[in-house]
């Protein structure tokens, strides 16, 4: 599920028809947990061992948009994930806005938890074996070089907005 932050908000979208969104759309609470995982920490032993991570989760009520603020709010979601992109392209029409639901997830006090690890794994309180390895394996998310769909056509530029996030991320 796509999601994102607009201001004091995380907005999501998908089908009218996706059974989860109508339950959001219907009032149903509702816990958004999105995580990140940096890397995986090993230490002396299992028990000590551990992951760098960034977790956050966020729970409330979701609220439907309609009219113009769900073409909006469809905008900024597309916008956050690829900057640029609605403007490189014609706008949603009013049946895709239609078959669209977009909801958002009001930020509040005490709505939310954030947690994060990082660094090594702490020194060994015992003497361990002089085999045994201790560090971080870092995990890294690498953007490649963009891949055409084979029906776009040859003379195709690759859009600036495809070019930014290759190139800045």
């Not at 996706?18 to 509702?30: C, K, N, Q, S, V």
């Not at 032993?45 to 956050?56: C, D, H, I, K, W």
């Not at 971080?136 to 070019?163: I, K, L, M, N, Y």
Request: charged share 20%; net charge negative.
């Amino acid at each position: 599920l796509l999601y994102a932050r607009d201001g004091d908000r995380v907005l999501i979208h998908g089908s009218t028809g996706a059974g989860l969104l109508r339950h959001f759309a219907e009032g149903a609470p509702a816990c958004l947990g999105v995580f990140a995982l940096d890397g995986l920490v090993v230490a002396e032993s299992t028990f000590e061992s551990s992951a760098n991570y960034r977790s956050a989760v966020l729970r409330g009520t979701f609220a439907v948009l309609t009219g113009a603020q769900a073409h909006e709010a469809l905008d900024i979601l597309s916008d956050r994930i690829l900057p640029g992109r609605t403007a490189e392209l014609r706008p949603s029409t009013a049946k895709e806005v239609a078959a669209t639901v977009a909801l958002a997830l009001p930020i509040e006090e005490g709505s939310w938890l954030y947690k994060e690890r990082s660094g090594l794994p702490g020194e060994p309180a015992e003497e361990v074996a002089p085999t045994t390895w201790m560090g971080v394996v870092p995990f890294r998310t690498v953007r490649g070089p963009a891949e055409p769909a084979p029906w776009t056509h040859p003379d195709a530029p690759v859009p600036d907005s495809v070019r930014r996030v290759i190139e800045h991320g």
